[in-house]
């Protein structure tokens, strides 16, 4: 089992930024890829950027060149670093994470990871 907790979102005016973490515990944390998802209420779960133990990143084209997602594995930690914050932003943020081949890309569909946070909300104002 790995349980993952997210933190550091909040709100932030348009154009600003925020830096979203997920902590993981109970395995191998250099092991798994790490996905980034977002959602609004009534909406389906969107991928948002992963990146995979090889530290090879992808990102949904929405977030090309103001996200960046990364990780640290001694603190067992990934990140994703969001600049220039849009209204449409706005959602509840999940890191997911699935185990993996080295060298191998990381998903980007949500039912193909095992582990999920609880989530964290992100609110851009206008």
């Known amino acids: 089992q790995v349980q993952l907790i997210e933190s550091g979102g909040g709100l932030v005016q348009a154009g600003g930024s925020l830096r979203v973490s997920c902590a993981a515990s109970g395995r191998t944390f250099s092991d798994y890829h790490m996905g980034w998802f977002r959602q609004i209420p009534g909406k389906e779960r969107e991928f948002v950027a992963a990146i995979s133990r090889s530290a090879y990143t992808a990102y949904t084209d929405s977030v090309k060149g103001r996200f960046t997602v990364d990780r640290d594995n001694p603190k067992n930690t990934a990140y994703l670093q969001m600049n220039d914050l849009k209204p449409e932003d706005t959602a509840v943020y999940y890191c997911?994470?699935?185990?993996?081949?080295?060298?191998?890309?990381?998903?980007?569909?949500?039912?193909?990871?095992?582990?999920w946070g609880q989530g964290t909300q992100v609110t851009v104002s206008s």
């Open positions: 997911a994470a699935v185990s993996g081949v080295a060298g191998a890309r990381p998903p980007r569909i949500g039912s193909q990871y095992d582990y």
